[in-house]
T-cell receptor, first 112, second 113 residues
Framework: SQQGEEDPQALSIQEGENATMNCSYKTSINNLQWYRQNSGRGLVHLIL?????REKHSGRLRVTLDTSKKSSSLLITASRAADTASYFCATDVSSGYSTLTFGKGTMLLVSP | DAGVIQSPRHEVTEMGQEVTLRCKPI?????LFWYRQTMMRGLELLIYFNNNVPIDDSGMPEDRFSAKMPNASFSTLKIQPSEPRDSAVYFC???????????FGEGSWLTVV
């Protein structure tokens, strides 16, 4: 089963609005990462937050991490049509040889 | 750096044919990953290599799938014989370490008819 699960599966908003996507996971992690995938392209890394961090910013992106609830959120402020993409969370679990595990993603549509 | 380079970008083949997907990772990255993405199953890890050695191939669906990494700058994913249910986007990715940022190629879009 997926380690990370994004919510909602799809989100439709207007330009200028904020978009919030959530990720829940099951086991202890070293870090959690968010990736974006534009249609027909590969995934692109957005931001990494470590298990001892609670919040991180990068431009219009804000990521929070609550390890007690095993959840993370990605906030995109003042969204633009170019933000239309799928967003994935990926968790680095705290065990031996495991690699990043990706969720199924949130499809974000930003309308002009 | 040019990033992770995959070829071909698109391939349409007939059932039963052999398919070979190719990947050049980012120079200096010790880890190489092969993923498959479908609408139904999302992004699945097929296999990953560390220093050219396969570490975890538990995601490889069947014996029809095989992957090799003969050197640090090249890897192949082969499907023989191909079946329609293999139709998917196959991504190669590389990283400097487990749990570090993963850099993806643009994917190989495979259609088996």
């Amino acid at each position: 089963s997926q380690q990370g699960e994004e919510d909602p599966q799809a989100l439709s908003i207007q330009e200028g609005e904020n978009a919030t996507m959530n990720c829940s996971y099951k086991t202890s992690i070293n870090n959690l990462q968010w990736y974006r995938q534009n249609s027909g392209r590969g995934l692109v890394h957005l931001i990494l937050i470590r298990s001892n961090e609670r919040e991180k910013h990068s431009g219009r992106l804000r990521v929070t991490l609550d390890t007690s609830k095993k959840s993370s959120s990605l906030l995109i402020t003042a969204s633009r049509a170019a933000d239309t993409a799928s967003y994935f969370c990926a968790t680095d679990v705290s065990s031996g040889y495991s690699t990043l595990t990706f969720g199924k993603g949130t499809m974000l549509l930003v309308s002009p | 750096d040019a990033g992770v380079i995959q070829s071909p970008r698109h391939e349409v083949t007939e059932m039963g044919q052999e398919v070979t997907l190719r990947c050049k990772p980012i120079s200096g990255h010790d880890y190489l990953f092969w993923y498959r993405q479908t609408m139904m199953r999302g992004l699945e890890l097929l296999i990953y290599f560390n220093n050219n050695v396969p570490i975890d191939d538990s995601g490889m669906p069947e014996d029809r799938f095989s992957a090799k990494m003969p050197n640090a700058s090249f890897s192949t994913l082969k499907i023989q014989p191909s079946e329609p249910r293999d139709s998917a986007v196959y991504f190669c990715a590389s990283s400097s370490g487990l749990g570090n940022t993963i850099y993806f190629g643009e994917g190989s879009w495979l259609t088996v008819v």
